[in-house]
Structures are given as structure tokens and as C-alpha cells.
């Protein structure tokens, strides 16, 4: 069954340093989100893809976050230089996107395993 | 205010009981999502819904779209069934979460 494959599943590093996560979507899947989770809430959407490009990353801080999805397939989120409360679990999700009568619908997505990120 | 409200927060039942969660929110929707998320993080999506009822083995979700309400039913419940469950609400192609319902069923 195909899966959204995201790693490194763990990942622990200090406060001022630069990491990196990887998010494979399910083929086909032109849709693909980055979320972050913190302990005890419910996940928040920080960038959404269609395709290569970037269709909502208001939530996005973009001071020290950034995304890529440079060939439509897969992504890499980076956080420069991570913060004590960037902890969290960084979730990928992938969705098919079709249009009907000339609209955009997004179909049901499909969530990777996670990133759980601890920043010391 | 979140636009999604779940209750309650945490539940403990024994194996066997009957479990309900439920779920408001404040906007319009195009669908609704029940999601599990076991220990370790990964999220599986139960149903996605948009009017009715819809099961799935000992899984049951209902939507009212009237009163801006969903629940989710367990019957039977097992300590398998121990997880988060994550109400989410879809309007075109954005999605916003509940906190989630910590679910604990003791043998």
C-alpha cells in the first residue's frame, strides 16, 4: 500500500543549529502539506503545495522556516536556526487534487510518520 | 476560540464499553475527519464525511451539518483502541484540527 514516507523519524539537536526534514508524498500526489504538532494539540498547517508551488504558507515562520519542493515530488522543510520551542512533531501529508466545474477539490490526505523534533 | 472543539479531553473506559467523542466547529465545512494518531505520531484517517453516518467495524461517525456537530462512536472498545482521535474540518482545501481525545481502554 502506498505510504507518505517521511524521515529522520527522531531528531534531536541544539538550539541555534540548522536541521532539515524529508517528505516523499504518495505518487500522484500533487497535493502536499507540512504541519507541525505540538505535545497535546492538534496539528497546524504551516505550508501547502500544489505541485512546485507554494499555495499557503501564511503560517509559516518565515524568519527561520523554510520549504522547497523543487521537482513537484518531494519536500524538504528546514528550520535555520532552530528554537527551544520548535519542538514538536513535523507531519507531511499528502492529497490528489482534481477540478470540478472549474473548481479545485481536494481529496482526503494521507499523513507520513512524522519528525518528532527536540531542540535542547 | 478554535474553530473545533472535541470532548472530552481525555477518556479512560474498560474494555468492552461503549466510547462516544465528540466534535463541534464554528465554520462552514465541505467534509469532516475523524484521525488516529497511536504513540509515536503517525496520523490514519478513520472516515471522512459530509452528511449522515458512515461505519467501519466496531467504528461508527456521525455528522449533524445543522448543529455543527460529529461524534464518534467505538463500540465494543479494546485496549487497541487506545490512541488520539482528531476531529478535523475541511473548507475548499484547508484543514483545521481539534486538540484531539485521549483515548485509554484498560483490559
Known amino acids: 500500500e502506498a505510504e507518505v514516507a517521511q524521515s529522520p523519524r527522531y531528531k534531536i539537536t541544539e538550539k541555534s543549529q540548522a536541521v532539515a526534514f524529508w517528505c516523499d508524498p504518495i505518487s500522484g500526489h500533487a497535493t502536499l502539506y507540512w504541519y507541525r504538532q505540538i505535545l497535546g494539540q492538534g496539528p497546524e498547517l504551516l505550508v501547502q503545495?500544489?505541485?512546485?508551488?507554494?499555495?499557503?504558507d501564511s503560517q509559516l515562520p518565515k524568519d527561520r522556516f523554510s520549504a522547497e519542493r523543487l521537482k513537484g515530488v518531494d519536500s524538504t522543510l528546514k528550520i535555520q536556526p532552530a528554537e527551544l520551542g520548535d519542538s514538536a512533531m513535523y507531519l507531511c501529508?499528502?492529497?490528489?487534487?482534481?477540478?470540478?466545474?472549474?473548481?479545485?477539490?481536494?481529496?482526503?490526505?494521507?499523513f507520513g510518520p512524522g519528525t518528532r523534533l527536540t531542540v535542547l | 476560540k478554535n474553530e473545533v472543539e472535541q470532548s472530552p479531553q481525555n477518556l479512560t473506559a474498560q474494555e468492552g464499553e461503549f466510547i462516544t467523542i465528540n466534535c463541534s466547529y464554528s465554520?462552514?465545512?465541505?467534509?469532516l475527519h475523524w484521525l488516529q494518531q497511536h504513540p509515536g505520531g503517525g496520523i490514519v484517517s478513520l472516515f471522512m464525511l459530509s452528511s449522515g453516518k458512515k461505519k467501519h467495524g466496531r467504528l461508527i461517525a456521525t455528522i449533524n451539518i445543522q448543529e455543527k456537530h460529529s461524534s464518534l462512536h467505538i463500540t465494543a472498545s479494546h485496549p487497541r483502541d487506545s490512541a488520539v482521535y482528531i476531529c478535523?474540518?475541511?473548507?475548499?482545501?484547508?484543514?483545521?484540527f481539534g486538540a484531539g481525545t485521549t483515548v485509554t481502554v484498560r483490559a
Open positions: 478535523a474540518v475541511k473548507d475548499d482545501y484547508k484543514l483545521s
Open positions: 465554520v462552514g465545512i465541505s467534509a
Open positions: 503545495f500544489q505541485d512546485e508551488s507554494v499555495v499557503d
Open positions: 501529508a499528502s492529497s490528489l487534487r482534481y477540478t470540478e466545474r472549474g473548481e479545485p477539490v481536494y481529496n482526503e490526505q494521507f
